[in-house]
């Protein structure tokens, strides 16, 4: 990756946390004038959600610049494992506010409630929320694409989460209006476990990180196939891979003919290290060169 290139991910990452920061707020305020209105138990269960989603989007700007510095002497590998920190940062928030929305939906299962009016307002509010997060989703998959970010694949999965929420609450308020009050703590309580859900998906994907766990087996297969289609090779073996942020890290011990120069034998190492790094966005190889005996036929 150019010097270019990585500045241009390093901005749309950060584009991409104030955007996230931005839209939580601005559904906030709309919430909160919707909650007011018609006391809906589930508008405030996406009440609490936006609420989070600032913290957590906060949380994670902070870590991006952070991660974005480059490597420097206390830190020769950079600084792409606070991604992964962000992540389970995020996922604590996600879980608190379902606990938070699991104690409010079962005291209004308990005591119901009937909801006061402004069914209009609140399912014009939920309307907005559902085309503003759709939005932001459509720009974080983008980023995504050009950069691969964990913290940005994190604060994507809740907004995903969001958007089920957002329609559900269209839902409930409407079977509410029409039929049982007990319609909308109900579907609050299915939002929560649906939130806790996708933090624990969030968590296992930050825990991968931290852990230096291996790229998935179709990304090894594509860096063997790589580099055993160089007419020079005569095999690999102690292949190691793992992914810090938006950096993969690529280890392996290259098998070549004995009798190569040392010359020859680092051409051919740099030749497949090139290929090696046009199958990620950022990536760092490290190849080490075993001499094998071939058998003279």
Known sequence: MTSTQQANSARLMRWATYASVTTALVLIVTKIGAWFITDSVSILATLIDSSLDVLASL????????????????????????????????????????????????GRII????????????????V??????LALITFQQYVIKHTNSTAIKADRLHYKTDLLVNAS????????????????????????????????????????????????????????????????????????????GTMVFIQLHLELDSTLSLSAAHKIADQVERELAMLFTEVEVIIHEDPVVIAAV
């Open 59 to 106: 949380v994670n700007l902070v870590a991006v610049r952070h991660a974005l510095q480059p490597a420097d002497r206390e830190h020769r590998f950079g600084h792409g494992k606070a991604e992964a920190l962000a992540g389970m940062g995020q996922a604590m928030f996600i879980a608190g506010s379902a606990g938070l929305l699991l104690l409010q939906a079962a």
């Open 111 to 126: 005591n119901p409630q009937e909801m006061n009016a402004g069914l209009e307002i609140g399912i014009g509010v939920m």
């Open 128 to 133: 907005f929320s559902i085309v503003a997060t």
């Open 169 to 244: 609450v269209i839902v409930a308020l409407l079977l509410t209006f029409y039929g049982w009050s007990g319609f909308d703590a109900v579907f609050a309580l299915a939002i929560a476990v649906f939130i806790l859900y996708s933090a624990w998906d969030i968590v296992k994907e930050s825990i991968d990180l931290l852990m230096d766990h291996e790229l998935p087996d179709e990304d090894r297969e594509k860096i063997r196939a790589i580099v055993l289609k160089h007419p020079e090779t005569q095999g690999l073996h102690d292949l190691r891979t793992r992914r810090s």
